[in-house]
C-alpha cells in the first residue's frame, strides 16, 4: 500500500499497547487477517487506507497498514469508546507484525476481559 494523500489528510494514528490484557482489548480476531482496534475521535468510512505507529511491550516502533474494517461511532452503546477497527494488510511486510501479536497473545488467559469492540 502506499501512502496517499487522502492518509496524510488524516494524519498517522498511533497505538501503544502494553501486555497482553492490553493487546487482547484491541485485537480483532474475527477480522479476516487480523485487526486492531484504535481509538480515535477522526472520522474515517468504511475501506479508508489508515497508516498505524504500533509500539508492543517495547519501544520499537512498528509500522502497520491496514483498512477501516469496523466504526465505533461518538456515543455508540454500551458507551464503548469511539475508534476504528484495522484490517491488517496482507502482505510481506505485515507477517512479522501479526506473528509477534500471536506470539503476545498465544499464552494469554484473558478471555473474560471485555474486548474493546465485542
Known amino acids: 500500500m502506499s501512502f496517499s494523500a487522502g492518509m496524510a489528510k488524516k494524519g498517522i494514528l498511533s497505538l501503544k499497547i502494553q501486555g497482553a490484557a492490553q493487546l487482547h482489548q484491541h485485537f480483532m480476531p474475527f477480522i479476516e487477517g487480523g485487526g486492531l482496534f484504535v481509538k480515535t475521535n477522526k472520522n474515517y468510512q468504511m475501506g479508508d487506507d489508515v497508516f ?24 455508540a452503546q454500551g458507551s464503548r469508546d469511539q475508534g476504528i477497527g484495522i484490517q491488517l494488510s496482507d502482505n510481506n511486510d505485515m507477517d512479522n507484525i501479526k506473528t509477534k501479536i500471536h506470539s503476545i497473545l498465544a499464552p494469554y488467559n484473558g478471555q473474560d476481559i471485555a474486548t474493546l469492540t465485542l
Open 52 to 75: 498505524l505507529i504500533l509500539s508492543l511491550d517495547d519501544d520499537e516502533r512498528l509500522p502497520v497498514t491496514g483498512v477501516v474494517a469496523w466504526i465505533t461511532p461518538k456515543g
